[in-house]
């Protein structure tokens, strides 16, 4: 079989186009060059080192020093979502530091039996900011967004009450709250409960998405998210209840204020802020308003109402726009990779023709029928999902499969036994349609595409290894080159430390399971015989991710319509409905990719073998970059 030239040449195509992306989202982020961006090491009080980006406007000195944020990012995250953010507030000429929380990211992983979650690093990059020559100490806030809220504001009340005692302690002046609640809430003398930072003069903002799938968990209200500040976590950190939207407050005050009189309530450390934004819970970080209520709120509170740019002049879209090419790219890359390797010498031996489908469609009604049982035999599977899910911390959701020194990715746990679940499904569909369908129209165990002697089979998954091995070490080497992630949003593919390698290779047997039983029912199952190509594409496609899509829609109709998500309303629901929605949107980006990584591959080889282990390579990989990698 003559090798084609085309996978070679969209192979280099699109390594330039991910080399090029990369570059120009690497000088956007330093706003083409007028801010440094490096990377530090801040040992914590707990001996453990927390790993964080640091962003120092060039023309910060000892001489002239700037107000400065700490920015932590939501749980099962990095600091790599915050960088949008980071971004618009270093060209404004504020220093910032966003840190990978402990057991994210590359920061070090805490024993909870220890030493149990409540700053998770933030106090320890507090006091390092403050140690910088270039930062004025005076003029310090703090960002967050979801979980990361809990972590700067108990590293807050933490640093103020060391302060009272010793006052070279570094001490947040105003904190921005995004998609969480005020905490930390502590029991007062009097028997009730008051929020602990109200008795020092910090300056505190709230901004929560009207459409936030958190909104219930996190105000401890069955209320509309617009009406947050009827909540009693809201009553407790403001002073007030029944506020407007978009306003500045006084603590114990919600007479509105104007932005003069918000900066004098701001000398003083009382003043407050509610907002609001028409998105979800992850949008926080990626939305022109919620990020400009963060700066206008920071220059009120930090810099007198100094503003050196418009608060809508905004940037961080432009290097989303280029990450987003990468993205797209660095898949575009694996695939013609893994093509371009078949054809060489060596791997060509594998190659065959792909064996018929056991699957043939004649008219629109036998079309219909298929499409209807594939949905039927998805939806519950995923249904599933959202009772297996748990998460750990201060939430102690339930688990079907808790973590522990072997399963210790708390934000993989729940695809460990989706994937049993529905591998097992899936083969007992395969055994039915082969026993029932196949063999009446003389399919053989060839047909299923499994069923190739043992060499054929090591090479094939040397072949998906090798394409994994260049592509992965490509991606270390343009990180090296431009510090800048493989990402789209806040779903990153980053090169991978010893504890994420170690998470890895525990939890690829289970990827490798369900991503070779895909690849059986994609090719022998859900491929039509007398299909055009486009046609079997679609259906793999729909057949991976339509499911996902339709419970999504489900979810979000409700969350739009009732301010609450239809299964959270459901009766079905505990908390990790919240957390289980949010990870579909990670699994209705990189299941349809690994679909047609299965499909091409099974073409190119006649086996499900070289597609099934790069699909499940690049799946876990997607995974265990943007979740908690490890805890003990």
């Known amino acids: ?135 004025d100490r005076n003029r310090i806030g703090m960002i967050g967004h979801s979980r990361g809220n809990m972590w700067n504001q108990n590293a807050a009340a933490t640093a103020w009450k060391a302060h009272d005692t010793d006052p070279s302690v570094t001490v ?40 936030d799938e958190f909104g219930k968990t996190v105000w401890n209200t069955d209320l509309d998210n617009y009406n947050y500040t009827h909540s009693p976590q809201f009553v407790t950190g403001a002073g007030v209840r029944d506020l407007d939207m978009d306003i500045y407050f006084m603590y114990g005050n919600k007479t509105p204020l104007e932005r003069n009189a918000a900066l004098a309530i701001a000398g003083i450390g009382k003043l407050r802020a509610a907002f ?25 509170t930090l810099r007198g109402g100094e503003a050196t740019l418009e608060r809508d002049d905004q940037i961080w879209s432009l290097r989303q726009i280029f990450l987003f090419f990468g993205f797209a790219g660095f898949f575009l890359f694996v695939i013609s990779l893994a093509l371009s390797l078949a054809d060489t010498r060596f791997f060509a031996s594998i190659r065959r023709p792909q064996p018929a489908s056991m699957n043939e469609i004649h008219n629109g009604k036998e079309g219909g029928i298929f499409a209807l049982l594939f949905l039927c035999l998805q939806l519950p599977m995923l249904l599933l999902y959202f009772k297996v899910s748990g998460w750990p911390g201060i939430y102690k959701t339930w688990q079907l499969l808790p973590h522990g020194p072997y399963f210790s990715a708390p934000g993989l746990n729940p695809t460990v036994v989706m994937n049993l679940i529905t591998s097992a499904i899936l083969i007992l569909v395969v055994v039915l349609v082969y026993f029932l369908i196949g063999k009446k129209r003389g399919a053989t165990l ?32 343009f990180y090296d ?146 979740v908690i990698i490890a805890t003990v």
């Open 276 to 300: 609001t934004y028409p998105n979800i819970h992850i949008l926080a970080a990626y939305n022109n308003k919620p990020i400009g209520d963060m700066i206008e709120f920071m220059d009120i």
């Open 481 to 626: 080159l431009t510090g800048t992630f493989v990402s789209f949003m806040q779903f990153d593919i980053t090169p991978m430390n010893h504890v994420h390698w170690i998470s890895f290779l525990k939890y690829l047997p289970f990827w490798l399971l369900a991503h070779l039983v895909n690849a059986v029912v994609f090719n022998s199952v859900t491929r039509v015989n007398n299909a055009k190509e486009w046609v079997n594409y679609l259906l793999i496609i729909l057949g991976s991710s339509l499911a996902i899509i339709i419970l999504l829609a489900v979810q979000y109709t409700g969350l739009y319509a009732t301010g609450h998500l239809t299964i959270e309303n459901s009766g079905w629901k505990d908390l990790s409905t919240n957390f289980s929605t949010l990870e579909l949107l990670s699994a209705v980006i990189i299941t349809p990719v690994c679909a047609v990584i299965n499909r091409v591959m099974y073409k190119k080889t006649g086996s499900v073998w070289a597609g099934g282990v790069l699909s499940a390579l690049l799946a876990l990989l997607f995974g265990i970059c943007h």
């Open 1 to 135: 079989m003559k090798a084609s030239k085309k996978p070679r040449i969209i192979a280099v195509v699109s390594l330039v186009v991910v080399l090029i992306s990369s570059i120009l989202a690497a000088c956007v982020s330093s706003d083409w060059g007028k801010v440094k961006v490096s990377e530090v090491r801040i040992m914590s009080e707990q001996n453990l080192s927390v790993y964080a980006k640091l962003w120092m406007p060039k023309e910060a000195s000892s001489e002239n020093r700037k107000p400065a944020v700490v920015m932590a990012h939501g749980y099962s995250n990095h600091y790599s979502s915050m960088t949008g953010i980071a971004l618009e507030f270093a060209r404004r000429g504020y220093i910032v530091i966003a840190f990978d929380a402990y057991a994210m990211g590359y920061s070090d992983v805490n024993d909870p039996s220890v030493y149990p979650e409540w700053d998770n690093g933030a106090y320890a990059v507090l006091q390092y900011l403050g140690s910088l020559p270039q930062v």
């Open 446 to 477: 060839d047909n299923l595409g499994f069923n190739i002697p043992g060499r054929q089979i090591g090479k094939a998954v040397l072949l998906a290894l090798t394409t994994f091995g260049i592509a992965y070490l490509v991606l270390c080497l």
């Open 172 to 211: 947040p002046r105003s904190l921005v709250i995004a998609s969480f609640s005020f905490n930390p809430i502590e029991k007062l003398p009097n028997g009730t409960y008051g929020y602990a930072l109200n008795a020092y003069p910090v300056n505190a903002a709230v901004i929560f998405g009207a459409k």
